[in-house]
Structures are given as structure tokens and as C-alpha cells.
């Protein structure tokens, strides 16, 4: 909400000098944020001139200039810069006549854009000034011709200054307004906190006219089909002014104090009903009477009607949509934009204006559903005061009459179906009990009442009515914020809560911890990317991706669906790193996939407002609510290790990706085993699949190696990029309760290799899984360093070898002992695989 100064110096007492940078410190302390000072971009000296004479002179180009001849000052006096009175000066329109009145910007004027005015040769003349437009002042858009001060009911004397004429000096301060604070949006609500802030004095401007009773006019409410069991209008008031002269101007101070509030002049009549609403609250709306047919009825809209806009543009209707219609048809989309058939304009000489309180969801609605936001539904949509309307449509008939020489009557009418507002107990000591302040008696009550509320106090037991324009204020809860925020925050005291002891972190919690740390000790960087994926991402790497989750209102469009994989926004964050100049990546995210519960794509339909879901309803929701295991990928692109003196470069390849998996793995007390596999959007060729043994049971965990190049290529990505995804809930459901640290053995050591020629059918690990099982409880650790096929050796077959450390923890273990393991587990591979000891 932006607050023009002069404005609100109307509704409160500002303190002395006040500035928009104060007001704004002041409405933090209530509660309010501030966003930034508005100002005209414009300085002096800016005076009133009179056109004495021009020449009008035609130029070689087809243009014609006047040469003008202006008086700045009274007759014999000087002008404010010590400057001559009377002024030669070149202006290229031709809107104004000998003996107007316009704005002249004199030498050191500074315009928009940091324009500076200095005395210029031009077109043969030396201009000693500029004449100014209503655009160049930044009041309007009319760049057609200069602003002639009598055509806005003005007749200054010549060198009075234009800046405060035109309010030129005004400046608004902008504060950011909180959904639940929807009063705010209008100065009487902004000049209330500012007093509460300063305990300064409160003028409501509600009271700058009075009301009327109206009658004769048909106006029906028919809500057959009310959303949530709640009618779209509760009341509707409109009254009369008949007569108004609609080529008035508008008056400059309205027309500045409407631009620094954010909102440009359009006409004398809109911009009266855009003024009120902006200084009550009170959205407005003005029809020309002569063109309505019949009475008003507010009703939801029929299937296939339709409404053209103010805007032009022909709107197809939804059911759900509240219309103002006559028996022409419908005249306006309640709260949001009125119907172009009825607006005013330059003939209109009666008018009917209309003041209403709609239901706030359904203007929400409306306003999202037709993707048409306005002042006025923002304001509907936070609520507006039930009982400003009347004063409201007392205003507009009062600026209406004074500056449109209209007359209002009586002719009008007002259907009131709101509810009273209900009460709330507040037990004295309850504020006491929430913020933890003790608040007294007086200060409880003084404040309620100070905010709008009408306090009665009943058997120890407050009863407090909050105020029309309070529709936020419906519980105990909400009657003591207000007590806290209008005492002052700084009164609440700040205690950290003690923890528990013997608690600490849970078991899952401890997991996941040591999960991270594990890959950032490899030298990984954590990231968090959207979990939102386009359909084709969404299938790199799930096959069966055709009930993914989707949207029904995606943030982008082409990104509609939840994702079945933590791959492809890494892939999307390498591309973007890359694109930057960052060639060596470890990139890694910890997350939720979100996989289809009973491949349902809709979420069952639930009632709003206070009915609670019965069990039925709540069981078909949660039947729709998607799986959401956590996963945790990584990808590693460019070069582990960089080039350096005397060494190349090593580049990240599968094995990379599966050391940082059986890092994980190992972190959380597990032991991964690593077979060949087969994953889609992987190297055909370079694919393990990860599993762990739980209890003689084999559970697949994921997968690793290096991408298919033909996905890297597609990304623009190296053709070489390994990457590993692990199911984090499989891998927490087979953790141990408790990590078990090995023993550290005082003994030697007897390390051995075993090489063994096996047919190239045979899997690696499969083979390492026999050697470690048949070598016995001497073996302490076995590696896979070659994997050698070429020359030497028969065709169609392989040499693995193998490197095998055998200790014991009670002696030192001889090279005999050590053999004989070895000879067990070389019997144990020929037996099952066909292996040959190799030379």
C-alpha cells in the first residue's frame, strides 16, 4: 500500500517533520513491513505562466513551432531564479491560446529521466525554458500538448509555484500489507495503526460523509448455488447522482495523490470511485444509470454465458463466477472488473454507484480462475469492512457533487443480509498464559478498544465484539496477538527452551547425518534442485514412468510432473555449471522421488470451510497421497584429480561413482556388494547394481556407472559421466542399530596375489564373493586390481587378479597359512567357475 503523505496527514497527526522513511519505522512497530519511499521525479523551479503572445513558425522539416512570449512573474517583479518576467520560449504543440495559464520549467528544473532545463538555441531562437505536459510532470500520459492550467480548474496567479499547486511535492511511503491485515489497504486503516504506533490522533475519514437512506430502486441477491455452504454477497447498496458534468477535470491534488498511491487518472467519475476505495477501503463501482435495463440481481453465472470487460476482452464464465446482471444480462464480474455495456463515459450524466461486501473465496476464485487481478478483488479477497459501504457511496456523491456538479437523491437501495458478528470470551489471564507478559486489566481492554472492539466484561470472562473491519479477529488466540503487537513486541521476552536430555538425534536422523558426511568427505558438493521435471526428463531413467504424479497446477509448464528420480535435476544442475565454466563437477542431493500410489492421478475432492472430512473421504485421500521414499544421488563429470608436473590428468569414470556408493553404504555400518546390471539411461556395458545382505537376504539398493553417451550427448555433457542413486529408506531399513568399530590387530600381515584365468562370462564380484567366503576368517581384506584381456591368454577368456591380506588376531600369521586360505579359495573358483591358477 503506498501512503501519499498529505493523505494521511489528513487521518492522523504526523509527528513534527515527519518524513516517509519515519512513518514507515513507526508502522513496523505494529506489525507492518516496509517496502520504499515514491516521489515525483521532478524539481524546481517550476512556476505558472501566462502566454502573452506566440508567432507560430513553419519549419523547413514540416514542423511548425511557436515562438512564445510568457510571463513567469507579477508585472515589474522578477521571477524566483532573479531571472527576467517575461521569457521567449520555443514549444512545439499547439493546445494553448493567448492569456492560458501553463507550467513553465525554468533554467535548473530537473524532469524525469534526470532531464535538465537550461536556456537552448533552437530553431533560431534562444528558449529560455520549456512549457510543460501533463506526461513530462509525470501527472499523466498526455504527451499531445502542454498542460493549460484552466482546463483543470485552475486560475493561479502567474509565478505561483506549480510544484505544491500540482502537489508536485507530495511523496507516499509503500508498506508491504499481510493477507490477514486486509483493513490496511486504504489510509483510513494505515492512519489507524500509525496512531496506534504513535499515540497520536485518529481523524476516521469515514466521517467526511454521512450516509443517506435510499429506496425505489430494485437490487436482489439470488446465490442458488453458494460456495461452502456460504452466500457470494451479504450486502449490496447502490444510490444515485444524477446530472454530473462527466468533462470535468479531475482536480490536481486527486489526480497526484492517485499516482503516488499507484494508480493513474482516467476520468473525473473513476477516479473518484478509485479515490474512496483507496481512502476507506471500500471498493466501488459506477454504472451509467441509463444504459441498465430493469433492476440488479446477483447471481452465479449460467453454463456458456459470457461477459465483455472493461478491459475489452470477451470472458467465457464458470458456474462458480458471482455476476451483477439486469435483464439485459450480466453487467460485471462481482469484486473483479465491471461489464463494459454499462461503464461511463464522456455522454454519461446519470450515474449509480455501488458499494458491496462478496464473499472473499469466491472473488479469489474468479479473480485466479479469469487470471484477472484488480484493486478491487485484492481487497475483497483479505475482506472489507461490512459496514463502510454506505459511507462510502455517501463520499463519492459528496466529491461528485462538489467537482462534477452532480446531485444525489434518495433514489437507491440497500439489501443487508450480514450476520452479526458473534462475541469472543477472552479470560483475563489467558494473554498472560500465550505471550507470557502480564498484562494488566486496563491495558487489555485499553487496547481492544483502541483497535475497534467493544468490551464488555462478564463473570471474570472478557466479551469482546470485534470490529466489521476485523474479520481476522475470531478466536482468543487472535485477540491477544493484537494485545502483544500494539504493547510492543519488545515487551515479550526471549527464553531459549531447554531440550530434553537423553534424547538427542533418532536413529533415521543419525543415519542420514552420517550419509551426507560420507559424500562430502569425498569431495562432493551438496545440492537442492526442484522436484519438478518435464515428462521426457521425468523417463531417463524409469521405465515405468506412465502414472508419474502430475500437476494440476504446475509453477512452469513445461516442468509438470514429480520426479521418479534424483538423476535428471542433476544432470539439469551439471549443465548449468558447466555453462558457466565449472568442467569438473561432484555434485550430489539428498531428497524425495515420488512414485504413484495405486497409479491414481487425481486427488480425491474434499469439503472447505468448517466440515470435516467424514473417514471415508480421508481414506480416499490418503489413497491418492504418492509414495515418498528418499533417495540420494550423486554425478561426477570432468577430472578427479587435475593435471600437474610430471602426472595427467585422472577423470572421473564408473568406479568413482561406485566408491562414493560403497562410501554410504559403509558409513552406515552396511557392506555393499556390487554386481553387473542393467539400468536404463546407464552405459550398457559400465552398470553395477548395488545390494546388501540383510539376514541371508539379498536387497537391492541401487545402481552405478557411467551414463548412456548418447543421454550426455543430448545434455551437453561429457560423453563420460558416472553417477549412482541409492534407495535410502532400503538402505536405513538394513542399518544396524549401532555401528561396530573393527578391532585393530597388533599382528603382521601376510598379503598374497591370486591371479586366475577365468572365461569372460564369469562376473568379477561374483568371483571376489567366493575367494572371500572359501579363504575363511584369516582373509581381512581382498581387492580386484586387474582385469587383464589380451595376448598370453587363451581367447574368450580373462585374468582377474586379485589382492588378498591375510591376518590373525592372536599371532603372527606364516606365509604356509596364508597359502593354504589361499589354496582353498583357488579349488573352491575351479570347481564353480573353471578356474585356472595363472602363472
Known amino acids: 500500500m503506498k501512503v501519499p503523505m498529505s493523505w494521511l496527514a489528513e487521518a492522523a497527526t504526523l509527528r513534527p517533520n515527519a518524513t516517509p522513511e519515519g512513518v514507515m519505522a ?99 531562437h534562444v528558449s529560455d525554458g520549456m512549457m510543460a505536459s501533463g506526461r513530462e510532470l509525470s501527472l499523466n500520459d498526455d504527451h499531445g500538448g502542454i498542460l493549460v492550467l484552466q482546463r483543470m480548474g485552475l486560475d493561479p496567479k502567474v509565478g505561483t509555484d ?54 425505489g430502486y430494485s437490487v436482489t441477491i439470488d446465490d442458488a448455488a453458494p460456495i461452502r455452504g456460504k452466500a457470494g454477497c451479504d450486502r ?48 466501488l463501482h459506477a454504472y451509467d444509470l441509463d444504459k441498465l435495463t430493469g433492476g440488479i440481481t446477483v447471481r452465479r453465472a449460467n453454463p456458456g454465458e459470457t461477459l465483455k470487460t472493461l478491459d475489452g476482452q470477451v470472458r467465457k464464465l464458470h458456474v462458480e ?31 449509480l454507484i455501488e458499494a458491496a461486501h462478496f464473499d472473499p473465496i469466491t472473488i479469489a476464485r474468479s479473480a485466479r480462475r479469469h487470471r484477472l487481478p484488480s484493486e478491487a478483488s485484492k481487497r475483497f479477497e483479505r475482506g472489507v469492512d461490512t459496514a463502510i459501504g454506505a459511507h462510502a457511496i455517501a463520499r463519492v456523491v459528496q466529491l461528485l457533487e462538489v467537482h462534477a456538479f452532480g446531485a444525489g437523491d434518495s433514489f437507491g437501495a440497500d439489501v443487508n443480509n450480514v450476520v452479526p458478528i458473534q462475541p469472543v470470551a477472552l479470560p483475563l489471564d489467558f494473554a498472560e498464559q500465550l505471550v507470557g507478559v502480564a498484562y494488566t486489566e486496563f491495558e487489555i481492554v485499553s487496547t481492544l478498544e483502541a483497535i475497534g472492539c467493544q468490551v464488555k466484561m462478564a463473570d471474570g470472562v472478557l466479551e469482546v465484539t470485534p470490529p466489521t473491519w476485523r474479520p481476522d479477529l475470531r478466536h482468543k488466540t487472535d485477540l491477544v496477538e493484537e494485545v502483544a503487537r500494539i504493547n510492543g513486541y519488545e515487551r515479550i521476552g526471549a527464553r531459549l527452551p531447554v531440550a530434553p536430555p537423553g534424547r538427542g538425534l533418532t536413529k533415521r536422523q543419525k543415519l542420514r547425518r552420517n550419509a551426507l558426511n ?51 535435476g542433476l544432470i539439469e544442475a551439471a549443465r548449468r555449471n558447466l555453462s558457466r565454466g565449472l568442467t569438473d563437477l561432484a555434485l550430489f542431493e539428498e531428497g524425495s522421488v515420488f512414485i504413484p500410489a495405486n497409479k491414481v492421478v487425481k486427488t480425491a475432492d474434499l469439503p472447505v470451510g468448517n466440515v470435516r472430512p467424514n473417514e471415508k473421504q480421508l481414506k480416499a485421500v490418503l489413497d491418492t497421497i504418492p509414495e515418498q521414499p528418499k533417495h540420494l544421488a550423486a554425478i561426477f563429470l570432468g577430472d578427479r584429480i587435475d593435471a600437474q608436473v610430471a602426472t595427467k590428468a585422472v577423470s572421473y569414470d564408473y568406479s568413482d561413482a561406485i566408491h562414493a556408493a560403497r562410501a554410504v553404504v559403509e558409513s552406515l555400518g552396511a557392506r555393499l556388494t556390487v554386481r553387473q546390471g542393467q539400468h536404463k539411461g546407464f552405459h550398457p556395458g559400465r552398470t553395477a547394481e548395488l545390494v546388501v545382505t540383510d539376514q541371508g537376504r539379498i536387497v537391492s539398493i541401487g545402481f552405478a556407472g557411467e551414463l548412456d553417451p548418447s543421454l550426455t550427448k543430448a545434455q551437453d555433457l561429457p560423453r563420460r559421466v558416472a553417477a549412482f542413486e541409492l534407495n535410502l529408506e532400503k538402505l536405513y531399513s538394513v542399518a544396524p542399530d549401532a555401528l561396530q568399530a573393527s578391532p585393530i590387530y597388533t599382528f603382521p600381515a601376510a598379503t598374497q596375489d591370486l591371479s586366475l584365468l577365468v572365461s569372460q562370462e564369469v562376473v568379477a564380484g561374483e568371483l ?11 582373509l581381512e581384506d581382498i581387492r580386484l586390481v586387474d582385469d587383464y584381456r589380451g595376448s598370453n591368454i587363451p581367447d574368450g577368456t580373462k585374468s582377474l587378479t586379485f589382492a588378498l591380506r591375510f591376518r590373525a588376531a592372536d599371532r603372527t600369521l606364516t606365509q604356509v597359512e596364508a597359502t593354504a586360505a589361499r589354496d582353498n579359495a583357488v579349488a573352491a573358483a575351479k570347481a564353480k567357475y573353471g578356474a585356472e591358477l595363472r602363472a
Request: charged share 20%.
Open 236 to 283: 449490496f447498496t447502490v444510490r444515485a447522482v444524477r446530472n454530473v458534468d462527466p468533462s470535468r477535470p479531475t482536480p490536481p491534488w486527486m489526480v497526484s495523490r492517485l499516482k503516488l498511491a499507484g494508480m493513474r487518472s482516467i476520468s473525473l467519475i473513476v477516479d473518484i470511485t478509485n479515490y474512496v476505495m483507496l481512502e476507506l477501503g471500500q471498493p
Open 768 to 778: 571376489l564373493q567366493l575367494i572371500k567366503q572359501e579363504s575363511g576368517e584369516l
Open 518 to 568: 560420507a559424500l562430502v568427505g569425498t569431495s562432493a558438493v551438496e545440492v537442492l534442485n526442484y522436484p519438478f521435471l518435464s515428462t521426457e526428463a521425468n523417463r531417463w531413467f524409469v521405465r515405468d514412468a506412465d502414472f508419474a504424479v502430475r500437476l494440476a497446477n504446475p509453477i512452469q509448464e513445461d516442468a509438470p510432473e514429480l520426479r521418479l528420480s534424483l538423476l535428471p
Open 321 to 351: 463466477d458471482l455476476l451483477i446482471t439486469d435483464e439485459s444480462g450480466a453487467i460485471g464480474l462481482a469484486g473483479v472488473m465491471g461489464g463494459e455495456s454499462t461503464e461511463v463515459s464522456d455522454t454519461t450524466r446519470n450515474v
Open 26 to 124: 513507526e508502522l513496523v512497530k505494529v506489525g507492518l513491513e516496509e517496502e520504499g519511499v515514491h516521489k515525483f521525479d521532478v524539481q524546481g523551479p517550476l512556476v505558472v505562466g501566462e502566454v502573452l503572445e506566440y508567432v507560430a513558425e513553419p519549419q523547413s522539416n514540416g514542423k511548425t513551432i511557436r515562438w512564445c512570449q510568457v510571463r513567469v512573474a507579477a508585472a515589474g517583479k522578477t521571477a524566483a531564479d532573479g531571472g527576467a518576467d517575461v521569457r521567449g520560449i520555443v514549444c512545439g504543440a499547439s493546445n494553448f491560446e493567448v492569456g492560458d495559464k501553463v507550467v513553465v520549467c525554468l533554467p535548473g528544473a530537473v524532469l524525469p529521466g534526470n532531464f535538465v532545463i537550461a536556456a537552448r538555441s533552437t530553431y533560431g
Open 162 to 215: 506549480a510544484l505544491e499547486l500540482l502537489s508536485l511535492d507530495d511523496q507516499a511511503a509503500e508498506v508491504n500489507v499481510t493477507p490477514d491485515r486486509g483493513y490496511c489497504f486504504s489510509i483510513r486503516g494505515i492512519a489507524r495503526e500509525y496512531s496506534h504506533a504513535t499515540n497520536t490522533l485518529f481523524r476516521d475519514p469515514a466521517g467526511h460523509a454521512h450516509p443517506e437512506a435510499v429506496h
